[in-house]
């Protein structure tokens, strides 16, 4: 095992630097989190979806470090949205800007009910609880027979394999509400999905662009959407244990390489090896945490805290530019293919929730 009190303590360290990093996303972004600093251009606007899955990790966070600002600033996030939301329950794509063409988006709504969700659960606020209902009916809606929506999607008829991380939060606002209308259209998503999966464990269309290679980060969100919906439906057979291929293939990578993984893999599961995708990397490590939570598999806990150790090794904790400190990059190195140049909030979203996971677990282990 590589972690020891030391470690903790130095997870601990990484923690508080990023958080306090999203904390001035949140000053800069104008209600929401400011999708990204760039050394160039500086903060950009907000992105709405990226600010609602951002909200359950500082409530998270402020339940693990007993730090009432950090529940204020989820706070903060969720009246920021609810004044987004569409009379029709979606919320628009992309980030915000005073020049934005406000459009309906399947995926950014998604990430949102993740934070309506997370604040219906820790207040007693109702409108978080019709805020969500109404974003997942209006999900349930519009989705076809086949399992696919021809409206609000990123690329015009594209439905990714990374929707998966759709049906999740349709899930838990199913939880929420008891409409097994709002289940029922997210189990057509993940069957539809899942029929894409090779036997080598690839889900074919798992990537932003159709015939390039997929990011890290977007393998990681197909994992982790069927992994989560496996829990929500108690139905591992039919969608964890079929990622477990996929898993295992970049756990032993993890293990190998001292925690980088590539970049993106291509259909054939040929590396694009040149960078790491940062936030892919904190994902996949979250992924193997939530497996393992299953059954103790202290291999997957080794390769998560490797991967969790080499972006630790990559972020600037120390003085130097103050939109960089506590940041993520999206690429290292930062002129990578993915998010060339930028740290994105999402990053530091990931890598904050892997630090509390991994520490949580090391935790329980070195318990007497």
Known sequence: MP?????????????????DWLVRSIRHGKGGSSAYYSPLRGWSAPYPETSGYIIPTLLDAASALDDASLRASALQLGEWLLELQDEAGWWPGGLLTSRSSRQPSVFNTAQILDGMVALAHNTEDERWRAAATHGALWLTQTLGDDGCWQIGNYREGVNPSYYSQVAWPMLQ????TGDDEIRDGASRVLARIMG???????IEGWGFDEGRPAFTHTIAYTLRGFIESAQVLDAWDAYGEPCMAALEKLARKAELANGRLPGAYRDNWS????????TGNAQIAL??????????DLRLVNSAAKLTDYVCSRQQTGFGLAGTRGAVAGSSPPWGRYMFMRYPNWAAKYHADALMMLSARLKREIAP
């Open 173 to 176: 606002a199913w939880t929420l």
């Open 196 to 202: 894409r999966r090779a036997p080598s464990g690839l």
């Open 3 to 19: 972690a020891s009190p030391p470690s903790l303590q130095r997870y601990s360290a990484h923690l508080r630097v990023t958080l």
């Open 287 to 296: 992924c193997l945490l939530r497996v393992e939570e299953r059954k103790s």
């Open 271 to 278: 590396a694009v090896s040149w960078y790491s995708c940062l």
